[in-house]
């Protein structure tokens, strides 16, 4: 199985990624939690990690299903939904398993993929591959909903740097554990429309040993009407494309693509 993200590459990965702020603080948990509530059926997320969005959405009385390629990152999901109520936790199914090749045998009124989990796949194939596992897990007029960042050319084309640049300033970890992270781009391929990422994390003991964890993956990017092609090429019709989970328009400043689609019959 290919690892997407390197989501596997140590066993506390899963703690440490819910004290990024990036992640913690995004502000498109109400983007998605409307469409989970709008659904008329059972929702999917694919890429669900620890459980960021899921877990409001069953809190909100949805009936939804966490598909993730990580143990490590379902394990910590598992871990919070156990401190959750009983009727909460029977709403939430858990999946290991890659998003470009699932058979789940039941179909859903709508599917998700929040934070740009499409972007960890570089090739066309695990592209067309994923949306066509998406596409036969849908109901006939179900809905997928999914978001990339939106690639601006300037940025693109600035030189790499083997500086890092702290996204997380230091933070106390429940155990006494201090952790801080960095990042950095060691390589852009402008050929292949990918950017190698280096997320760094630095986890310090309470005796004053430091460990150094870097997760390494390849970030691939699209273009609108890339995208788009990819979309309907796979049995979907555009219904909507904003430029940011506040539903603004897209623009040629918009820092995001967010795009509904529906499955065409």
């Known amino acids: 199985m290919k690892q997407h993200g390197n989501y596997n590459a140590w066993p506390e990965i899963g703690e440490l990624y819910d ?13 998605y939690l409307d469409l989970c509530r709008a659904a ?13 969005i899921l877990i409001q959405a069953a809190e909100a009385g949805c009936r939804i299903t966490g598909l993730d390629q990580s143990g490590f990152m379902l394990e910590r999901c598992r871990a919070k939904l156990r401190a959750l109520a009983p009727e909460v936790q029977k709403r939430v199914t ?9 058979s789940l045998a039941r179909t859903f009124a709508l599917a998700t993929v929040p934070f740009r989990p499409l972007q960890h796949l570089v090739s066309v194939e695990e592209q067309l591959n994923f949306l066509a596992c998406v596409h036969r897990h849908l109901e006939p007029g179900g809905k997928l909903a999914l978001d990339v960042f939106h690639p601006h050319l300037t940025t693109l084309a600035s030189d790499v740097s083997e500086e890092e640049t702290e996204d997380t300033a230091e933070v106390v970890l429940a155990d ?26 630095y986890v310090q003991d309470p005796g004053g ?20 092609h990819l979309l309907v090429r796979s049995g979907f019709q555009i219904e909507s494309l904003f430029g940011s989970f506040d539903k603004s328009p897209f623009t040629d ?13």
Not at 94 to 102: G, H, P, R
Not at 178 to 198: G, H, I, M, Y
Not at 209 to 228: A, D, G, H, K
Not at 253 to 265: E, L, N
């Open 94 to 102: 858990l999946v290991e398993a890659d998003m470009t090749n699932f």
């Open 19 to 31: 004290h990024v702020p990036v992640y913690r603080d995004r502000k498109d948990v109400a983007f």
């Open 209 to 228: 040993n430091t460990t150094r964890m870097v997760q390494e993956f390849p970030m691939r990017y699209y273009f609108r009407f890339e995208l788009e």
């Open 176 to 201: 006494g554990r201090r952790l801080r992270r960095t990042f950095r781009v060691p390589a852009k391929r402008p050929s292949e429309q990918t950017n190698d990422v280096e997320l760094i994390y």
């Open 253 to 265: 400043s918009s820092p995001d693509m967010f795009v509904i689609a529906t499955r065409k019959d």
């Open 40 to 52: 008329k059926g059972e929702v999917l997320e694919l890429g669900c990690g620890t459980g960021r």
